[in-house]
């Protein structure tokens, strides 16, 4: 598995700290909490585990699950819900939680697809952004690390459903999907 791996881009140790700081931020935003983590399915799986326990109020969490990829790595711009929401969001404080914004086509359909159901507050939390990559204007209000444009996997991001587990956020080999 880890052969597949050209770098590791973020530590296990890095990720944690900076979700600490991010808890930091979201705490000073909603100081009495009773918010909802909204996760996306499958990417932010990890992320959101991690970040709801560095929140110590009252947090509860959903999960929407949405394809535009495939098996490849590249966007077909295409938006399906999968799975949506088990519960009403309407006048909640909702954060939804994402892996990495790439294009930005998947969290502004989200987005806008949440919005429609009048949450009182609807921000964005992402682990990763690539902004060089970006072809719809969207930003998250809490962004773990910008970086660069390469395939990354681990930490719950995959590659046709494999190295989720990886611990850590690896640059992936080009030769594995360039074929
Ligand atoms: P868009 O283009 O809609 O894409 O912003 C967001 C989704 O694309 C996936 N994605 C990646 N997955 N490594 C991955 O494992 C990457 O480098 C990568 N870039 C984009 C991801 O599922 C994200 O939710
Ligand atoms: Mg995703």
Known sequence: METAIERVLLTEEEIKKRIKEIAYEIKKDFPKGDIILIGVLKGSV?????????????????????????????TSGIVRILKDLDFDIEGK??????????????????????????????????????????KVNIEAD?????????????????YAEKFRNLPYVGILKEDIYKK
């Open 46 to 74: 990890m992320f959101v585990a991690d970040l709801m326990r560095a929140l110590d109020f009252n947090v509860t969490m959903d999960f929407m699950a949405v394809s535009s990829y495939g098996n490849s790595s590249e």
């Open 93 to 134: 404080d909702v954060i939804i939680v994402e892996d990495i914004i790439d294009t930005g086509t998947t969290l502004k359909y989200l987005y806008e697809y949440l919005k429609a159901r009048n949450p009182k507050t609807l921000k964005i939390c992402c682990l990763l952004d690539k902004p060089e990559r970006r």
């Open 142 to 158: 809490y962004v773990g690390f910008k970086i660069p444009d390469a395939f990354v996997v681990g930490y719950g991001l995959d």
